[in-house]
């Protein structure tokens, strides 16, 4: 009798196995060289991009077709953030950073497919592109200011006895820079395909069905807000960091 109530009261449905990540042949251990299911949904993103931005745009028209005009509306969204956060100065990196975006909106928005996997719900896949920020801002603090880059951590306008405990508050914060950059990425992804996945496995009870479609049709929609906004967050702290390498005084 205990093993009924147990197996009646378990869950039908697991919200974070979709989350697992699963070599795409074979059942095996998974390895650094295994190819999985993050590995496909990654390459597709990055074929997403290739496809809008270089193909896409490949014909530069006077009166551009539907691809055209939405590489040159990202281009355009992207440059202005970049400019108008880092100054003319930045626009040199505006490169890495229009990569960076428009990799992290394929990936969001190849998550939204069904039966797909949302490779920015890894820590593992955002804590990379956080660190590559984090060394490429450093990096660059220290070769275009050299010792002056540490003035980032030095308050000079707050009193004398203040700077040192002010210094060591911003130090901390610098390091901590990549992991609430990475995790603010995967969370939000990762939280808002959880609930789906549970408005869904209730939408299996006819008493509460409609309710459940109209929940994961509201959840939906807000996705695909997120998804966009998530990639916007991601990219702006992205512009905020390197005007601090930029102009590293306070």
């Not at 003319?88 to 909106?105: A, Q, R």
């Not at 990762?190 to 008493?207: L, S, Y």
Request: with cysteine.
């Amino acid at each position: 009798m205990a093993d009924k109530a147990a197996e009646g009261s378990s869950l039908v449905f697991h919200p974070m196995d979709q989350f697992i990540v699963q070599p795409l042949f074979g059942n095996g251990p998974i390895h650094w060289y295994t190819v999985t299911n993050v590995t496909l949904w990654l390459a597709l993103a990055v074929l997403c991009v290739v496809g809008l931005m270089v193909i896409g745009t490949s014909r530069r028209a006077i009166i551009p077709n539907r691809s055209q005009s939405i590489g040159e509306l990202a281009y355009g969204f992207v440059y202005k953030m970049v400019e108008d956060v880092t100054g003319k100065d930045g626009l040199v990196y505006f490169p890495y950073i229009m990569t960076l975006f428009m990799f992290i909106v394929f990936a969001n928005f190849l998550g939204l497919i069904p039966m797909s996997f949302t490779t920015t719900s890894h820590f593992a896949v955002t804590i990379i592109l956080a660190f590559a920020v984090f060394f490429t801002v450093t990096i660059l603090g220290f070769v275009k200011n050299g010792a002056g880059f540490l003035g980032l951590f030095w308050v000079a306008s707050a009193p004398l006895a203040l700077r040192p405990i002010l210094a060591v508050i911003e130090l901390i914060s610098y390091f901590v820079r990549p992991v609430s950059h990475s995790i603010r990425l995967a969370g939000n992804v990762m939280a808002g395909h959880a609930v789906i996945k549970v408005f869904a496995g209730f939408a299996a009870i006819a008493t509460i069905s409609p309710i459940s479609v109209v929940a994961i049709t509201a959840m939906y929609g807000l996705e695909v807000l997120v998804a966009f906004i998530q990639a916007y967050v991601f990219t702006i702290l992205t512009c905020v960091y390197l005007k601090d390498a930029l102009h590293p005084s306070h």
